[in-house]
């Protein structure tokens, strides 16, 4: 039972990435599923998650309108969508599932991080 985050890589500033976390072990079908990031020396923050339903919720404000997250139960895949990127988004992304469908309850399973660095 694992997830498994890819797609990270160097982008230019205003440029896009879609980031994948897929399942291994189990499906998602049952469970909201976020995305993080750690940018170098700060701490873990919350970005978004989608819920069983695919309600999105955003926990920071300087990525809407910018990044958008989508689910494909049947490939057992979540994506991350992120557009007009800025050299603040350079971070590793982590995907976590929650302990049921919706986006408010506690995050409980990580993949390993796939690295986003936004530079020109």
């Known amino acids: 039972v694992q997830l498994q985050a890819s797609g990270g890589g160097l982008v230019q500033p205003g440029g896009s990435l879609r980031l994948s976390c897929t399942a291994s072990?189990?499906?998602?079908?049952?469970?909201?599923i976020g995305w993080f990031r750690q940018a170098p020396g700060k701490e873990r923050e919350e970005v978004l998650c989608i819920d069983s339903r695919h309600t999105t919720r955003y926990y920071i404000d300087s990525v809407k309108g910018r990044f958008t997250i989508s689910r494909d139960n049947a490939k057992r895949t979540v994506y991350l969508q992120m557009n007009g990127l800025k050299p603040e988004d350079t971070a590793v992304y982590y995907c976590?599932?929650?302990?049921?469908?919706?986006?408010?309850?506690?995050?409980?399973?990580w993949g390993q991080g796939t690295l986003v660095t936004v530079s020109s």
């Open positions: 976590a599932t929650q302990e049921g469908p919706s986006c408010y309850a506690q995050f409980d399973l």
């Open positions: 072990g189990f499906t998602l079908d049952l469970y909201g």
